[in-house]
């Protein structure tokens, strides 16, 4: 990384996921972001998620497991490709998250204590329509406007944090792996 200046590592993917995936994966979501068997309510009024596998199988998920499926394994091949990574990467975990007003997520970096085996991050957005809800890296001072359709991918101990939701409703899919196949958590097959 000496070469390069750090958000060289950060890579911005437009179009990664078709408008018809995303209507149904928001479509799913908001259908079921009440089933306390699929989806989380968080400590907030307004935010939702479903971690899998940490809180739920991903099979719960069936009507949308294919697009979540193609979406994880495109996020690892572009990854890799970005990367120029040679090891295999494994699934870690993948999660589908609702935030609205007054939401967000502090400072922090995804390979955490209790999670060292992370090594790729990414998020895959499904709307902009929204205000605030950014994606901003405080050691950088970067920030990435989330538009509907994209991947953001990054290492992850990049600290990072998603800016509070001001207006409107973001929602998103986080995505990690792992070369460690013992320490891969998720299981897609």
């Known amino acids: 990384m000496n070469e390069k200046s750090p958000t060289s590592y950060i890579k911005e993917i437009d179009n990664f996921i078709s408008s018809e995936d ?3 994966v928001v479509g799913y979501m908001n259908a079921n972001k009440g089933d306390s068997s699929r989806f989380r309510k968080g400590v907030e009024k307004d935010r939702w998620d479903s971690q899998c596998p940490e809180t739920y199988d991903i099979k719960q998920h069936a009507p949308i497991l294919n697009i979540l499926k193609k979406s994880y394994y495109e996020f690892v091949k572009v990854s890799t490709e970005f990367y120029n990574l040679k090891e ?11 935030l609205g007003p007054g939401c967000g997520l502090k400072a922090h970096r995804d390979n955490h204590e209790g999670a060292e085996n992370i090594d790729l991050s990414g998020v895959i957005y499904l709307n902009d329509n929204f205000t605030g809800g950014e994606l901003y890296f405080p050691e950088l001072d970067h920030s990435y406007t989330p538009k509907s359709g994209s991947l953001v991918i990054f290492p992850s101990p990049y600290i990072h944090q998603i800016n509070k939701v001001i207006s409107g ?6 995505l990690w792996a792992t070369k460690n196949k013992d320490g891969s958590l998720l299981r897609l097959e």
């Open 22 to 24: 995303i209507d149904l």
């Open 88 to 98: 295999t990467y494994y699934p870690y975990a993948i999660w589908m998250s609702i």
């Open 169 to 174: 409703y973001r929602y998103a899919i986080p």
